[in-house]
């Protein structure tokens, strides 16, 4: 339980470093660092999608006591549905996030990065209320 613990207090600090960067991007006012404030946001929801998925995973084995043999994010996440951990609904917006997090570490394409940069703010609140509401 205590690596649990651990998980999810990495976790809202790396939620908290996404907010920091969304609010840098949008008091900047420096064209010149607009480009570095976007990049600083993308990567830090890429780490940050990955320590949810890879909490949701440890929260399923310590917390529910769920032997799992699954490995793959998606499937974590069906498991977390399936023992009523998140909805479909969050189920939904968590696989449009992973396969947003793949999109910018596999391909860079400015049009690609800037939709998504447009929804991290959603995938952040999102990814925030659900561990608000994970009590251990």
């Known amino acids: 339980m205590e690596e ?3 998980k999810r207090a990495t976790l809202f600090r790396c939620l908290e470093t ?11 006012a420096i064209p010149a660092y607009e480009k570095s404030l976007k990049d600083s946001v993308i990567k830090r929801f890429e780490y ?7 909490f ?6 310590e917390h529910e006591k769920i032997d799992l043999h699954i490995s793959s994010p998606k499937g ?3 498991e977390a549905v399936t023992n009523n951990i998140i909805t479909t609904d969050e189920f939904k917006f968590l696989e449009q996030a992973l396969n947003a997090r793949n999109l910018t570490s596999h391909i860079y394409r400015e049009e ?4 998504i940069l447009e929804n991290i ?3 952040y609140k999102n990814m925030l209320d659900i561990l608000k509401r994970l009590t251990l």
Do not use: A
């Open 4 to 6: 649990l613990k651990r």
């Open 18 to 28: 996404v907010k920091e960067s969304l609010e840098l991007l949008k008091e900047n």
């Open 48 to 54: 940050t999608i990955d320590n949810f998925w890879k």
């Open 56 to 61: 949701i995973k440890l929260y399923l084995t």
């Open 76 to 78: 974590i996440l069906k």
């Open 112 to 115: 690609i990065s800037l939709n």
């Open 121 to 123: 703010p959603v995938y």
